[in-house]
């Protein structure tokens, strides 16, 4: 805990070379899985698009769909071709990432 202001205020963190090397590993895991989930809603409303452009509407239409447990599901899919090292992450991290992503996208489309 850190004193400040006559009332103890927080942690800070002191770790060793080993442990800054897992924090920043599972840091990186977030961030690659919310990117790699950031693409995949992108080029999903990109082939929607493309396909609109051809006179294709409703059930035809590519899904999009950037709820969590959808985009979980399609990460324990890819993880293995994608991210080879995933297990030496916590699986926390890459959810952490997605769960991010998805509200996120959720809160873009409620404020519109």
């Known amino acids: 805990m850190i004193w400040r202001r006559g009332r103890w205020r927080g942690f ?3 770790p060793n070379t080993v442990r800054l090397a897992a ?3 599972h840091a990186g895991a977030e961030r690659f899985a919310y990117n790699w989930g950031l693409v995949r809603v992108k080029a999903a409303f990109a082939q929607r698009e493309a396909e609109q452009s051809y006179g294709l509407t409703g059930d ?3 899904p999009v769909s950037w709820t969590l447990p959808a985009l979980r599901l399609a990460w324990n899919a890819a993880k293995h071709k994608l991210a080879p090292w995933w297990a ?7 959810r952490a990432g997605l769960d991010q992503l ?4 959720k ?4 404020s519109r």
Do not use: I, M, Q, V
């Open 60 to 62: 035809l239409l590519t």
């Open 12 to 14: 800070a963190l002191d």
């Open 107 to 110: 809160n873009f489309t409620d």
């Open 23 to 25: 924090l920043r590993r």
């Open 102 to 105: 998805a509200r996120g996208l």
């Open 88 to 94: 030496r992450c916590s699986k926390e991290a890459f």
